[in-house]
């Protein structure tokens, strides 16, 4: 399948994995990196939250795996450049990879992420978009495609649907069949060609996904003429007045705008947490607040465990699991909420209340 190693000057296939918060992109990222395809891929990762947990839940792997910059890859423009400059250093080496995916933020809207690979005339040589791969969590996807509160702002979880090549309908165990067509045909209204795949744990035949070459930058002005212009009014070319091959000075704000009630809040403790305590009291929490909390997700340090934990939520859905352990690494908890109207004081409190008392630790540290 390494044609590519043939073909020194070939293009490098990238593929963007989007969906929105929750809907099973690591899965699916961890899915590619552990099944032989026969693909050597270089990884690119961007995450919301302050505090990079996205990169504790990848699986070890002989992949390399970059993040970007925090916040978010299609309109924070240093996030953008970042992404740039990666790319940039990657094609320097590109003997040692022969794929490029790139998983976004649950939150960004793919397209001006696509055309950050044609800004730098450079790298939109070395590049060619393979296809967008757009995870769907058949739970949750409906009150995010008709949110409200969405009026003046675009919606990220209708334009994913909207962009994808493929679309990959997650999580069907959790949903009866009667509303999976329904949802099938939702998708089908937004986007008529993509193939929709239903899937449980994003476990899907990676021939269906990798490797498409679909988008071709023809192919791409052709499902969209605008798709380019939308993210950015600039394409590179070889009659630019700015310099090339370099980070490019114009990747400008796109015209898109998110809807700025949706925040993320972070947190760290040394102090290892009453594992028991905290679930309970996540999962009242969200039994009240999971239409607004979106997504949870932590590594956590839990009392008398020398493993890590790993805090998966996504609105009402919690669940906490034992990972490998610390190793040689100090134990310390991170979280990222995501979602509206998050206090911070106040989930900062919770937590807190939370943690193995200064007592139960101590005992703890005198006995290890
Ligand atoms: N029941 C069920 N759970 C799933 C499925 N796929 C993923 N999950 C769970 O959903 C949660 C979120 O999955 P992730 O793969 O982390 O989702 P994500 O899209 O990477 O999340 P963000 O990066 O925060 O946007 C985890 O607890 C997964 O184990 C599925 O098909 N069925």
């Known amino acids: 399948m390494n044609q590519d190693h043939d073909h020194p000057h070939r293009p490098v296939p990238v593929t963007i994995l989007t969906g929105f918060l929750g809907a099973g992109k690591t899965t699916l990222l961890n899915h590619i990196l552990t099944e032989r395809h026969g693909h050597r891929i270089a990884v690119i990762e961007n995450e919301f939250g302050e505090v990079d947990v996205d990169s504790d839940l990848v699986l070890a792997s002989e992949e390399e795996i970059f993040q970007v910059a925090n916040g978010c890859i299609c309109c924070v423009v240093d996030v953008r450049n970042d ?58 996807v409906q009150p995010h495609l008709d ?71 023809d192919a791409l002005s052709m499902t969209d003429p605008h798709f380019l212009e939308d993210a950015n009014d600039h394409v590179c070319d070889a009659n630019c ?19 700025p009630s949706v925040a993320s809040v972070s947190f760290t403790f040394d102090r290892p947490f009453d594992a028991a305590r905290l679930q309970r009291s996540l999962q009242d929490l969200l039994a009240i607040r999971g239409d607004d909390i ?18 998966q939520g996504v609105h009402r859905i919690l669940e906490l699991k034992p990972s490998f352990p610390w190793w040689d690494e100090t134990p310390a908890s991170k979280l990222v909420f995501i979602g509206r109207h998050l206090q911070h004081e106040k989930l900062r409190a919770r937590l807190e209340a939370c943690l193995a008392s200064h007592t139960e630790f101590n005992e703890a540290l005198e006995a290890a």
Do not use: C, W
């Open 83 to 140: 992404l740039v400059e990666i790319l940039q250093k990657l094609l320097e080496r590109k003997d040692q990879f022969d794929h490029i995916l790139v998983e976004t933020s649950g939150l960004a809207d793919p397209s001006p992420v696509a055309a950050t690979f044609f800004m730098d005339n450079e790298v939109a040589k070395k590049v060619v978009l393979d296809g967008v791969v757009t995870l769907v969590d058949a739970l949750h």
């Open 147 to 217: 949110d409200p509160a969405l009026e003046d702002y675009d919606n990220q979880a209708v334009t994913q649907i909207v962009v994808a090549d493929r679309i990959l309908l997650n999580k069907s165990d959790l949903v009866p069949a009667a509303q999976l067509e329904e949802l099938e045909s939702r998708i089908r209204s937004l986007n008529q060609s993509a193939p929709i795949l239903r899937t449980v744990q994003a476990q899907v035949d990676l021939s269906l996904i990798l490797g498409l070459q679909s988008f071709e930058s």
């Open 241 to 259: 007045s700015h310099a090339h091959g370099t980070v490019p000075p114009l990747v400008a704000a796109p015209s898109h705008s998110h809807d």
């Open 294 to 311: 979106f997504r949870v997700k932590g590594i956590l340090h839990v009392q008398g465990d020398d493993r890590r934990h790993v805090l």
